[in-house]
């Protein structure tokens, strides 16, 4: 009978029960549920907040034109000398807009300031620029003779539709939605194979630091060793997903039912007008429309697989390395070269992705193993060939083989090394044993 699957299952066995494993299977989605919980209460928190704004307009051009809102209030001070007003507002606003007396009307563009002690938002000062450029504008438009209302009333704000050329409604937005379901899939690869590639390192590290690799490579082949090692955390890393994701579907439903019953559903849906019934229909005849232009299904089998074979090729390269070196912090030197295929993945799939899934850019690193994991997952919601997809995913798993060759040869070395930290150089002499 072969070893492999009685050092799968003791390596399965041996992650299921550690108690770290076990604490962070089922408190992992509470935490993240309480933590989006408490995000949105402090969103929330912030939304009763009201900023006040001092404004001290020399010129009395703009003082009317500041529009209170939910969050910010505006305060004229134009009427009390400057000294008193700026200390005014030092001690009691957020801030101060400073319009000063100027002989051209123009000049004001450039000579307005925001006075306070804390730096303001980018959005906050594009607003006071928007008001400030909207009247200059109007001012200029009066002095050339413009009907400056009869202007703004021309303008039109248009709303164009988009279809196919079979004449079925079109989508907007939906390229976005497809990178960003795409991004999401192959972050989850990327967070994954560096979780329990590591744990696949560390398992190592820690039996060879233990001298339990001698006794156990006495009976045991490296390379059925490094297999079982690999195959094993794999499952249990997917048992936690698939528990992670249950747990989170299973508080998503309760959450839902605490927070609005059946019995209040009716009471609104009846209180509802029928031009919010109509509004509220349209969104869901929207919403499934789009879901429809998402291969959804697709999708996820070809992330199990990309998952699969994403995670053998690294876990592979990171035994190799818990069997190169005596810890942790000797690791270090070797798992950059790893994680940057993976970081250079995700931002070359985000960046070209986004602006041309089809591109020779996209195509190529959809093909390179490293990064095919990543790059394809962003590319399958745009719709890839089929032949792309089969050659992407036979490249990947061929690679895995020829990878675990190599990392076997690193392996059956240096699962036997002690006291001394390999380098580069010493990596490549092990190949050639």
Known sequence: ?????????????????????????FLGPLLIVAMTALIAYLSKANEGEV???????EAGIFKNDFKNSQEIVYVDLSSMPFKTAKDTASNSYEGMIYVPKVADIQELATKTEYISDDSPRMEFLMEIEAVINAKLSKNNLQELGFDSDKIEKAKVKSDVRVSKFSGEEGLKYLNEIKIGIGFLFGYLIMMFIIIYGNMVMRSVIEEKTNRIIEIIISSVKPFQLMMGKIIGTSLAGILQFIVWILLGLG????????GASQA?????TAQMQPEQMEMATGLLGKIQLYLNEIPTITLFLFFILYFIGGYFLYSSLYAAIGAAVDSETDSQQFLLPIIMPLMLGVYVGFFTVM????GTVATIFSMIPLTSPIVMLMRIPFGVPWWQIALSIAILFGSFLGIVWFASKIYRVGILMYGKKPTWKELFKWLKY
């Open 264 to 268: 209040d559903l009716s009471t609104t």
């Open 51 to 57: 900023k006040k704004i001092a404004i001290y307009d």
């Open 355 to 358: 602006n041309d899934p089809h």
């Open 251 to 258: 508080l998503m439903f309760v959450l839902t039912l605490f």
């Open 1 to 25: 009978m072969s070893v492999l699957p009685l050092i799968i299952k003791r390596e399965f066995i041996s992650k299921v029960r550690n108690k770290s494993f076990i604490v962070m299977t």
